[in-house]
């Protein structure tokens, strides 16, 4: 009998927590071994045992606007990204170890100096470590997007996490989301439209074709290929306050699974 069975029939029903991922190990090869173990201590967030709010300037050692990407996949794309702004410091937060051995390579061999990286899940990142009003922007791309049905709840972008992420981006920031399947654009655009109070079309919705200072990557090249359109939905921040609602972001839509991830 499982725990919904125990329960009274007045109780609250028990909902798994939303997570931005379900943790998958790939295989390491020695040079993504040799990356987690020489350079992570070197390039990536180093976070406190205790939840404690990093301070952005310190930990690039400068004041700069701050990009977070959740879920980066190999991170060439996002490395690409840094080394054509370098005037832009960039946290990018994935908990596939190869992928994250993959990108602290390439900001290794591309001499990069404004890029941070995270194996931390996203909401933890997002609800303990960065304080309000610290990113001047938040980028996902291409998560997972739970195609059947039954799976939708275990979508990233809900309501709860897009008011969280709102918390997190300063006015006048931005929130740019990225799918190549259809019905999660048309998801993404109806939860963007339940949170006007706090982010507003920056443009066209979706936009005409890939914006410029997003490269390709490769789940993008992946869902071409499979003959998928490409969405990008970029929204800006309003000045409009706002507050997470910590029961909604830590309670989700029954969980009959594993949590979140990116594909």
């Given at each position: 009998m ?9 109780e609250t ?9 379900v943790r998958?190990?790939g295989?390491?090869?020695p040079?993504?071994q ?12 180093q976070l ?5 709010p990093?301070?952005?300037n310190t930990?690039f050692?400068r004041?700069?606007?701050?990009t977070l990407?959740?879920g980066?996949g190999?991170g060439?794309s996002?490395?690409?990204?840094a080394?054509r702004q370098?005037?832009r410091d ?10 994250v051995?993959h990108?602290?390579?390439e900001?290794e061999?591309r ?9 931390a899940?996203?909401?933890e ?7 309000p009003?610290?990113?001047d922007c ?6 997972d997007p ?7 709840k275990?979508r990233l972008?809900?309501?709860a996490f897009?008011?969280?992420?709102a ?6 920031g931005?929130l740019?989301?990225a ?8 998801h ?5 439209e339940e ?5 507003e079309?920056?443009?066209p919705?979706?936009?005409?074709g890939?914006?410029?200072?997003r490269p390709e990557t ?9 003959g998928?359109?490409v969405?990008d939905?970029?929204?800006r921040?309003t000045?409009?306050p ?13 969980q009959?699974?594993e949590?979140?991830?990116r594909s």
């Amino acid at each position: 009998m499982n725990d919904l069975a125990n329960r009274g029939a007045d109780e609250t029903p028990f909902y798994r927590r939303i997570r931005s991922f379900v943790r998958r190990e790939g295989r390491l090869t020695p040079g993504q071994q040799r990356a987690l173990d020489d350079l992570f201590p070197r390039f990536g967030l180093q976070l406190p045992d205790a939840a404690e709010p990093l301070d952005l300037n310190t930990v690039f050692g400068r004041t700069a606007p701050v990009t977070l990407e959740i879920g980066f996949g190999d991170g060439e794309s996002l490395a690409e990204q840094a080394a054509r702004q370098p005037e832009r410091d960039f946290i990018g937060t994935e908990v596939h170890r190869p992928g994250v051995g993959h990108l602290l390579r390439e900001v290794e061999q591309r001499g990069l100096t404004n890029v941070r990286v995270s194996d931390a899940d996203a909401v933890e990142l997002l609800e303990h470590y960065l304080t309000p009003d610290s990113l001047d922007c938040v980028q996902v791309f291409f998560p997972d997007p739970w195609h059947k049905k039954r799976h939708h709840k275990r979508r990233l972008i809900q309501p709860a996490f897009v008011q969280h992420l709102a918390t997190r981006i300063r006015p006048g920031g931005r929130l740019h989301l990225a799918t190549d399947w259809a019905d999660y654009a048309e998801h993404m655009i109806a939860v963007m439209e339940e949170c006007t109070p706090w982010f507003e079309p920056d443009g066209p919705v979706p936009a005409p074709g890939r914006p410029p200072d997003r490269p390709e990557t490769k789940f993008e090249r992946r869902g071409l290929r499979r003959g998928h359109t490409v969405a990008d939905l970029v929204y800006r921040r309003t000045q409009a306050p706002a507050a997470a609602d910590a029961g909604s972001f830590g309670r989700a839509s029954p969980q009959d699974g594993e949590p979140v991830r990116r594909s």
